[in-house]
């Protein structure tokens, strides 16, 4: 989903990805802003991991996991992989990415299939899309499948309090039911029994319409200006933000 768009469904979040497995990493690729942050997400997931599992990962699931993009990031660093679902589209494009990795077709926020518990479990452009009852089902669902002192690993990339958001508010626009940030996202998951340890800012500095349309991850101004605005400080104010959070 392009990140200024309105979720499809404010009702319910879940039916408004169930037909679009054989698009939706075309529709990711074809918003340069939102090209940009998965690039750069891609940069940043497997170092979060090792540096929370230095010894290997040993069970790890994907809640929500679409089309693999973040499966298939994690899946090679564990021992085994599990990803749910509840997108027949999206889970057929997530296999063929991901051969090894154990597939449930699903909704975990009303059946509960004996999955295991689980060292890691990632949810990605889940949280900030999902309405308010649909963020606290979800984490139910995953608080009691993470083993105490086990992670998880999530990203927001629709906070109000972003730089693109607040000067696009002060110019008369609107933030697209963006409502999602930092403050919200900790109490949320501290209802959960998760405490925030790490946190990687995301295209800070990236605030100009013009240039969230015409930068790119891999060229010389964007690593120097992600390496400037890339510490936790500045996460208030992050357009993405990936957050991971340790299991009480």
């Keep these: 989903m392009n990140t200024f768009e309105k979720p499809a469904d404010l009702d319910d979040y ?30 940043h997931i497997p170092r979060i991991v090792g540096k929370l599992f230095p010894r290997g990962l040993d069970r790890y699931l994907d809640f ?3 089309t693999g993009r973040i499966t298939e990031q994690i899946a090679p660093l564990a021992r085994q992989a599990t990803a749910v679902d509840i997108s027949p589209t999206m889970i057929a494009e997530a296999r063929r990415k991901c051969p090894a990795t154990r597939f449930h077709l699903g909704d975990l926020t009303t059946t509960d299939p004996e999955l295991g518990r689980f ?15 649909l963020r606290r089902a979800a984490l139910g669902a995953i608080a009691k499948r993470v083993v105490p002192g086990g992670y998880l690993l999530v ?5 109000p309090r972003a730089l693109y958001a607040l000067l696009g508010r002060l110019a ?43 930068a790119r991850a891999d060229d010389e101004r964007s690593v120097r200006n992600e390496r400037r605005f890339g510490s936790p400080n500045f996460a208030h104010i992050a357009p993405d933000l990936i957050v991971a959070a340790r299991k009480r």
């Excluded at 060292?119 to 009852?133: H, I, M, T």
């Design 172 to 214: 008369g626009g609107e933030s697209g039911q963006m409502d999602l940030d930092l403050p919200k996202l900790r109490a949320l998951l501290g209802d959960f029994g998760f405490d925030i340890v790490h946190m990687q800012p995301i295209g800070v500095w990236m605030h100009r319409a013009r240039t969230m349309v015409s």
């Design 64 to 66: 929500a996991c679409g």
């Design 155 to 159: 990203n927001n990339h629709r906070n």
């Design 14 to 43: 879940r039916r408004s990805h169930l037909d679009r497995g054989a698009n939706y990493d075309a529709s990711i690729c074809a918003s340069p802003f939102d090209a940009y942050m998965a690039a750069w997400e891609r940069r």
């Design 119 to 133: 060292d890691l479990v990632s949810s990605f452009r889940f949280l900030g899309n999902a309405q308010d009852e």
